[in-house]
Protein backbone atom coordinates (compact mmCIF):
# COMPACT_ATOMS: atom_id res chain seq x y z
CA UNK A 1 0.00 0.00 0.00
CA UNK A 2 1.15 3.41 -1.15
CA UNK A 3 1.70 6.18 1.62
CA UNK A 4 2.79 9.51 1.61
CA UNK A 5 2.89 11.44 4.88
CA UNK A 6 3.42 15.19 4.74
CA UNK A 7 4.77 17.04 8.05
CA UNK A 8 5.97 20.26 8.61
CA UNK A 9 3.66 22.48 8.99
CA UNK A 10 2.81 25.46 11.19
CA UNK A 11 2.66 28.80 12.12
CA UNK A 12 4.94 31.26 10.94
CA UNK A 13 5.79 34.95 10.75
CA UNK A 14 5.95 36.47 7.62
CA UNK A 15 9.62 36.44 6.41
CA UNK A 16 10.17 33.21 8.51
CA UNK A 17 10.98 30.12 7.14
CA UNK A 18 9.72 26.43 7.42
CA UNK A 19 11.10 22.64 6.19
CA UNK A 20 7.77 20.58 4.65
CA UNK A 21 8.71 16.90 4.65
CA UNK A 22 6.91 14.05 2.68
CA UNK A 23 7.77 11.15 3.73
CA UNK A 24 7.05 8.16 1.51
CA UNK A 25 6.66 4.26 1.42
CA UNK A 26 5.10 1.06 -0.37
CA UNK A 27 6.77 2.54 -3.49
CA UNK A 28 10.32 2.31 -5.63
CA UNK A 29 11.35 5.86 -4.30
CA UNK A 30 13.64 6.14 -7.69
CA UNK A 31 11.50 5.03 -9.97
CA UNK A 32 8.65 7.99 -9.15
CA UNK A 33 8.48 11.77 -9.58
CA UNK A 34 7.57 13.51 -6.11
CA UNK A 35 5.44 17.61 -6.16
CA UNK A 36 4.50 19.34 -3.83
CA UNK A 37 0.90 21.52 -4.23
CA UNK A 38 -0.87 23.94 -1.89
CA UNK A 39 -4.61 24.96 -1.75
CA UNK A 40 -5.44 27.90 -0.12
CA UNK A 41 -9.30 28.57 0.87
CA UNK A 42 -11.25 29.80 -1.85
CA UNK A 43 -8.53 29.71 -4.13
CA UNK A 44 -7.79 26.67 -6.77
CA UNK A 45 -5.17 23.83 -5.82
CA UNK A 46 -1.47 24.90 -7.45
CA UNK A 47 1.66 23.39 -8.41
CA UNK A 48 4.36 24.57 -5.86
CA UNK A 49 7.36 22.42 -6.78
CA UNK A 50 8.14 19.04 -8.54
CA UNK A 51 11.43 16.75 -8.77
CA UNK A 52 12.41 13.76 -10.24
CA UNK A 53 16.06 12.05 -9.16
CA UNK A 54 16.10 9.97 -12.35
CA UNK A 55 15.17 12.29 -15.01
CA UNK A 56 17.20 15.61 -13.30
CA UNK A 57 14.33 17.29 -13.53
CA UNK A 58 12.92 19.99 -11.05
CA UNK A 59 10.12 22.33 -11.38
CA UNK A 60 9.05 25.93 -9.69
CA UNK A 61 6.53 28.01 -10.19
CA UNK A 62 7.27 31.38 -10.53
CA UNK A 63 5.64 32.49 -7.65
CA UNK A 64 8.54 30.35 -5.11
CA UNK A 65 11.05 30.36 -7.30
CA UNK A 66 14.30 32.10 -5.39
CA UNK A 67 12.20 31.34 -1.72
CA UNK A 68 11.89 27.64 -2.00
CA UNK A 69 13.48 24.81 -2.40
CA UNK A 70 13.19 21.12 -2.96
CA UNK A 71 15.37 18.30 -2.13
CA UNK A 72 15.65 14.53 -1.85
CA UNK A 73 17.12 12.25 0.51
CA UNK A 74 17.00 8.49 -1.20
CA UNK A 75 18.10 6.90 1.57
CA UNK A 76 15.08 8.04 3.82
CA UNK A 77 12.28 8.26 1.04
CA UNK A 78 11.95 11.77 1.79
CA UNK A 79 11.55 14.97 -0.59
CA UNK A 80 11.79 17.80 1.37
CA UNK A 81 10.38 21.27 0.92
CA UNK A 82 12.80 24.50 2.21
CA UNK A 83 10.28 26.99 2.29
CA UNK A 84 12.23 30.99 2.97
CA UNK A 85 11.14 34.43 3.07
CA UNK A 86 7.57 33.26 3.79
CA UNK A 87 5.20 35.81 2.88
CA UNK A 88 1.36 35.68 3.72
CA UNK A 89 0.10 34.57 0.39
CA UNK A 90 1.73 31.39 0.96
CA UNK A 91 0.05 30.15 3.54
CA UNK A 92 -2.41 27.38 2.38
CA UNK A 93 -2.77 23.22 3.04
CA UNK A 94 0.40 21.75 0.95
CA UNK A 95 0.27 18.67 0.14
CA UNK A 96 3.11 16.29 -1.66
CA UNK A 97 1.99 13.51 -4.56
CA UNK A 98 3.58 10.67 -6.37
CA UNK A 99 3.39 9.37 -9.78
CA UNK A 100 5.96 7.80 -12.38
CA UNK A 101 7.73 10.57 -14.11
CA UNK A 102 5.58 11.45 -17.76
CA UNK A 103 4.66 15.04 -19.84
CA UNK A 104 1.50 14.27 -18.17
CA UNK A 105 2.89 14.63 -14.38
CA UNK A 106 5.27 17.65 -15.38
CA UNK A 107 2.05 19.31 -17.30
CA UNK A 108 -0.04 18.92 -14.53
CA UNK A 109 2.59 19.77 -11.88
CA UNK A 110 3.08 23.25 -13.98
CA UNK A 111 -0.85 23.58 -13.87
CA UNK A 112 -1.49 23.13 -17.81
CA UNK A 113 -2.80 19.23 -17.02
CA UNK A 114 -6.46 18.44 -16.75
CA UNK A 115 -7.59 16.60 -13.71
CA UNK A 116 -7.75 13.61 -14.69
CA UNK A 117 -4.14 13.41 -15.66
CA UNK A 118 -3.59 14.24 -11.64
CA UNK A 119 -1.10 12.09 -9.76
CA UNK A 120 -2.30 8.56 -8.70
CA UNK A 121 -0.90 9.01 -5.03
CA UNK A 122 -1.43 11.75 -2.56
CA UNK A 123 -0.96 12.82 1.01
CA UNK A 124 -2.98 13.93 3.44
CA UNK A 125 -1.48 18.11 3.37
CA UNK A 126 -0.15 19.70 6.16
CA UNK A 127 -1.18 23.49 7.12
CA UNK A 128 1.03 26.35 6.53
CA UNK A 129 0.07 29.41 8.21
CA UNK A 130 1.90 32.65 7.77
CA UNK A 131 0.64 35.65 10.29
CA UNK A 132 2.31 38.06 12.43
Known amino acids: DVQLQASGGGLVQPGGSLRLSCATS????????IGWFRQAPGKEREGVSC????????YYADSVKGRFTISSDNAKNTVYLQMSSLKPEDAAVYYC?????????????????????????WGQGTLVTVSS
Open 97 to 121: AADRPSPYFWGYCAGFGRESESPDY
Open 26 to 33: GLTFDDYA
Open 51 to 58: ISSSEGAI
